[in-house]
């Protein structure tokens, strides 16, 4: 998901007052940002929080990629429009983080300097123009899945934000799905492209979720205090299920032989994403890593003397504003 | 010197007529540059007719462990609500 | 092509000049979407982009149906080529730096505004109606650039330097905006439009105002920069902002997309 395999912290607290808030979260209070919570709770929640802004704004990326080459001045507007409602989820989850005592420069030097991941899947190339359509529509729609359910997380500010990001999320997927029907409706040309951005990005959306994680204590501790609601296999499977007649709708051929029904389980078997490049992509090795960090970098440093421009601005202003008073 | 632009609250009023509500926050080097920022970013949609921005630290919030004694009298006073009161349909409209 | 100019063929070359310098500029600042120096300003821009993409499917569409080809918007952004083109140099130049970015703008959107402000009037109903919508995006976007000059001229020595540089770099770009030809002679005539020239006090009088708080010096040469309203020479810049605008619609003929 935008926030893959994030370690729980072990909590070293008072039991009793980790039982109280236990007790809290279980009878579905909001924890809010002045209420004491375990050390692990808050270390967990930023490292969380903080992936999923960081993945917002490096998402901006590869689907910025085209914006200057929308093929109509419709499709520029709405991807423009789409992409800068990832840089305000990005906002919305970092505000919220900073409530947990980090500042937004803090966590975006962590980005930089890659102490801090983001989302697997902005590490892929967007190649063509059904790419945007894609993206929207399953990278988005993945993305959907994980941020419904967590709308009702125990923190209140990422419990607000998700509202927010959510209500904002089903234009993208949407515009996705517009976007490809019109290419698999199209020209032949057009149909190949969208059937290339489904082969491509069928399987690293899959691995958006995360490998699997019944067994993970990361997990159950993260789901007992309510910052992850479901399991990665479960999100997972349900996406599958929701996407395959979709895939069928559109008349492109299934992205996977192993897609099948299986009337026993009431789902449709699929094949397991290749773990190892999941790893890799992890690792710093997928095909874009290395372009986005450095992006954003760039963005950071050559932006430096703006942010101290105008926040020097504001000081001689207020300075001149009390000199006169 | 820390170099980072300070944290605003934001207030929107939206087209019917409510009070400002809590929309969320954001960063500026100013308040006006926070309403600028807070249109920008806060009313996309069409949200909002009018913006109050607060520098989020000169916010003063109520204490956690003051719960019980700030919120907890009020639960017993429940003769504050109307339904507390038993009127028979034939009065009418009160 | 002075003497034989009918009205609606200069009515519809000063439809292109209006929906190119904004499908331009919008192109240019749409640029910045994910690379900008902080996120209320990454959101900024595209906001001011989006505007500017708005006003030109609604200029570029009443071009298009003043030329009665059966034409789009769609077309005449996507089709044309270099020569033409009818912006004015000042949108096409590169963003190069987040300062000449917003100079660039801040230029732009005060001879906007002024024009604006006078087409509101104008005979053509059509017209006064775009005018009407866009003056409102666009007393914002001046509201922000102006503002965002100020603070950046005024800032730090180096926000400074930069944004001097900006305005020496791009104050030759200036005087195309108010440059008259047959075009604008037959606007004027017809009530449709203003003299370019005559917007020019009122933009030296706002340009001055708000460089002088942001302590920038105005470049004493008037020499200015010609070409692109009329399409005889535009910058080799813009034949390669066209290739990546017009790529797809160029490679794949006749596509819906």
Redesign the interface.
């Known amino acids: 998901m935008y926030a893959q395999m994030v370690k729980s912290e072990a909590s070293t607290d008072d039991p009793e007052k980790l039982a109280a808030f236990q007790a809290r979260i279980d009878a579905g209070e909001k924890i809010e940002p002045k209420d004491w919570m375990p050390v692990g709770y808050r270390k967990t929640l930023i490292r969380q929080i903080g992936q999923h802004a960081h993945s917002e704004i490096v998402g901006q990326l590869p689907e910025g990629n085209w914006i200057t080459r929308a093929p109509t001045l419709e499709r520029k507007a709405i991807l423009l429009a789409k992409v800068q409602d990832e840089a305000g989820h990005g906002l919305y989850l970092y505000c919220a983080a900073e409530t947990l005592g980090v500042s937004r420069d803090e966590l975006t030097e962590m980005l930089l300097d890659g102490r801090m991941k983001y989302s697997s899947i902005f590490n892929y190339p967007t190649l063509n123009w059904a790419d945007m359509g894609a993206v929207g529509w399953l990278v988005d729609g993945a993305a959907i899945l994980n941020q419904v359910p967590l709308q009702r997380t125990s923190f209140g500010p990422y419990s607000r934000a998700m509202i927010r990001v959510c209500k904002e999320e089903s234009f993208h997927a949407r515009q996705g799905f517009d976007a490809i029907r019109k290419m698999a409706e199209g020209t032949p040309a057009q149909k190949k492209m969208a059937q290339d951005a489904v082969n491509r990005l069928w399987f690293p959306a899959l691995m958006m979720f995360g490998p699997s994680d019944a067994d993970s204590v990361h997990s159950t501790q993260s789901m007992a205090w309510k910052i992850k609601m479901n399991t990665n296999d479960e999100l997972r499977q349900k996406f599958v299920d929701q996407t395959v007649p979709q895939i069928e709708f559109l008349k492109l051929d299934l992205p996977d032989p192993g897609i099948k029904w299986n009337e026993e389980r009431g789902h449709y078997d699929y094949s397991d994403p290749d773990w190892s490049e999941f790893f890799d992509v992890i690792k710093g090795n997928g095909p874009c890593n290395t372009d986005r960090l450095a992006a954003r970098n760039k963005a950071w440093k050559d932006g430096q003397w703006v942010r101290d421009g105008l926040l020097a601005h504001a000081r001689k202003k207020a300075a001149r504003k009390h000199a006169a008073e | 010197m820390k170099n980072e632009w300070p944290l605003w609250e934001i207030f929107i009023r939206g087209q019917h007529g409510m009070s400002h509500r809590h929309v969320g926050s954001l960063h500026a080097p100013d308040a006006e540059m926070a309403i600028k920022n807070a249109r920008d970013v806060y009313t996309r949609r069409n949200e909002g007719v009018s913006i109050w921005v607060v520098e989020a630290n000169n916010i003063t919030a109520s204490s956690p462990s003051d719960k019980g004694p700030l919120y907890e009298p009020s639960e017993s006073k429940v003769y504050r609500h109307p339904t507390f009161f038993d009127i028979p349909e034939e009065v009418g409209a009160l | 092509m002075a003497a034989t100019l009918t009205k609606d063929e200069a009515l519809f070359q000063f439809l292109l000049r209006m929906g190119d310098n904004t ?1 331009i500029l919008g ?1 240019r600042v ?2 910045w ?12 821009l ?2 001011t ?2 505007d500017l ?2 006003q ?2 609604m200029w ?1 569409g009443l071009a298009a149906e003043v030329q009665g080809d059966e034409k789009s ?2 077309d005449l ?2 089709l044309r080529d270099v020569w033409d083109f009818r912006n004015v140099l000042l949108v096409e130049v590169p963003n190069e ?3 000449r970015t917003l100079m660039r703008q801040f230029l732009f959107d005060a001879w906007h505004s002024i024009q604006l402000g006078h087409l509101m009037t104008s005979s053509d109903d059509r017209i006064a109606a775009i005018a009407a919508k866009a003056s409102k995006e666009v007393a ?1 976007h001046l ?2 650039s102006a ?2 000059v ?3 001229g ?3 020595a ?3 330097g ?1 944004m001097q540089a900006a305005l020496d770099y791009l104050w030759p770009y200036v005087g195309e905006m108010f440059s008259s030809d047959d075009v604008d002679a037959a606007m004027v005539k017809a009530g449709i439009a203003p003299d370019p020239a005559s917007l020019r006090a009122d933009f030296d009088a706002l340009v001055g105002r708000v460089l002088a708080d942001a302590t920038l010096n105005i470049p004493e040469s008037t020499f200015a920069h010609k070409g692109g309203r009329t399409g005889a020479m535009h910058t080799e810049h813009l034949g390669h ?1 066209l290739t ?2 017009q ?3 160029r490679a ?1 003929p ?4």
């Open positions: 499908l192109h749409s640029e979407c994910g690379h900008a120096p902080v996120l209320e300003e990454d959101i900024a595209a906001n982009a989006l993409i708005g030109t499917q570029l918007a769609d952004a996507f730096d987040f300062g914002y509201e922000r503002d965002t100020v603070g950046l005024d800032g730090t180096e926000s400074h930069f902002l990546h605008m790529w797809l619609q794949y006749g596509a819906n997309w």
